[in-house]
């Protein structure tokens, strides 16, 4: 399944908030979607797995929707450290394959 | 702390041979499945394979099946990953991530990275 990510780039300013998409060729079974955040020279970190659920220490402000191919992650008040790359990934079906990724600037 | 430690940064030549370690702590290897991800320079995330530490199973991205091996050691609580033939497109840094069932098999645990450069 490929998985493209828009927009590439997302300039925000701090306090606002943020949606960024994820769209799959094809339908991501029982909704195995999740969403990494990686910042500049660090390995990626689990945000949100199966489409809308927060990994454990998370901040509320990031939460996650969609189903079937169209996918959002929402950022609701962007804090310095939110500006970084995200990357969606399905995990439902071999290969495993991520998106592109968006990157978040400072507007 | 539940970590994945890496084996340090390598340059080599074209047509040689990698072998990253990635050793685990603070939880048992056997009881999840380890994927490997690599990420070119400036380039996004891309999938290698997974490996099985119970079963030694393993499942590879159809592009590296012929030169890529993954195994784990036990004893040592260490996966380790090959990759031969190397050419200058293979400078990247490679990842090993723990998928926990608990996040439906997400990839919830990330080692620091191995930065790999082919150079002659």
């Known amino acids: 399944s490929v998985l493209t990510q828009s927009p590439g780039t997302l300039y925000v300013s701090p306090g606002e908030g943020a949606t960024l998409s994820c769209r799959a060729s094809q339908s991501v079974r029982s909704n195995y979607l999740a969403w990494y955040q990686q910042r500049p020279g660090q390995a990626p970190r689990l945000l949100i797995y199966s489409t809308s659920s927060r990994a454990p220490g998370i901040p509320d402000r990031f939460s996650g929707s969609g189903s079937g191919t169209d996918f959002t992650l929402t950022i609701s008040r962007l804090e310095p450290e939110d500006f970084a790359v995200y990357y969606c990934q399905q995990y439902a079906t071999s290969p495993l394959t991520f998106g592109g990724g968006t990157k978040v600037e400072i507007k | 702390q539940v970590q994945l430690v890496q084996s340090g940064a390598e340059v080599k030549e074209p047509g040689a041979s990698l072998r990253i370690s990635c050793k685990a702590s603070?939880?048992?290897?056997?009881?999840?499945?380890i994927h490997w991800v690599r990420q070119a320079p400036r380039q996004g995330l891309e999938w290698m394979g997974t490996?099985?530490?119970?079963?030694?199973?393993?499942t590879y991205l159809q592009r590296f099946q012929d030169r890529v091996t993954m195994t784990r050691d036990t004893s040592t609580n260490t996966a380790h990953m090959e990759l031969r033939s190397l050419t200058y497109d293979d400078t990247a840094v490679y990842y090993c991530?723990?998928?926990?069932?608990?996040?439906?098999?997400?990839?919830?645990?990330w080692g620091q990275g191995t930065v790999i450069s082919v150079s002659s």
């Open positions: 603070g939880y048992t290897l056997n009881s999840y499945i």
């Open positions: 991530a723990r998928g926990n069932a608990i996040y439906n098999d997400a990839l919830d645990v």
């Open positions: 490996l099985n530490p119970t079963s030694g199973g393993t």
